[in-house]
């Protein structure tokens, strides 16, 4: 995993922009590239002025709608029965495949956007948006908003991070695990912010039922 990591991190210094849209578009795939190993660092050497913040987060949101928008229409094209039987040879097991189809189904269209900030279904809700055929201009919409607001996180952390430790740029494990410390508040803000929306849905769609 040290050499995957530290490879990803090469990518990312000797591409540039190219390297940051090419592996999130793979972490928005069933192939497990940590957003933390691409974004961080690159905020890393945009500080040192081979790129920009901007231009992170906006490679960045864009390698993610790629990644999602192929795993959409190739699980709208293939269908559940294909995905479960098959998608375990690419680590996408039928527990994480029933939990991300659990969380699409609680929270609807918004679901999409929250399961971007959230680790675990951040790189498989794009398969049972397909698979239920979820409307693509409505997936698209909350996929950008959500992966932009990802990547800006991101960034901020891993600018903040190497501000503070420079030397973490040649520990890739080490940045990995400052990065994950830091957003932990804002991961439990986000989770706290769908519990809310959840409720409010529910509340809504019971007075609906009761005035009908």
Sequence with gaps: MHSLIALWFGWVRDWGYGGVVLLMALESTVVPVPSEVVIPPAAYWASQGHMTL???????????????????????????FAVA???????????????????????????????????????????????????F???SVFTVVGSALWC?????????????NPGLIDSPEEMI?????????????????????????RLTSRRVSETA
């Design 177 to 201: 695990h400052a990065v994950k410390h830091e957003s932990l508040s804002f991961v439990g803000a986000i989770a706290v912010l769908a519990i809310l929306y959840v409720v409010t849905m």
């Design 54 to 80: 901007l231009g992170i987060v906006l490679a960045g949101t864009l390698g993610s709608y790629l990644g999602s928008a192929v795993s959409y229409w190739v699980a709208r094209g293939v269908g559940r």
């Design 152 to 164: 800006g996180v991101l960034a901020w952390l891993g600018a903040r991070v190497s501000e503070r």
């Design 137 to 139: 201009l409505r997936f």
């Design 85 to 135: 039987k098959y998608g375990k040879r690419f680590l996408v097991t039928e527990e994480k495949l029933e939990r991300a189809e659990r969380f699409l189904q609680r929270y609807g269209a918004g679901g999409v956007f929250f399961a971007r900030l959230l680790p675990v279904v951040r790189h498989l809700i794009s398969i049972p948006a397909g698979i239920l055929r979820m409307g």
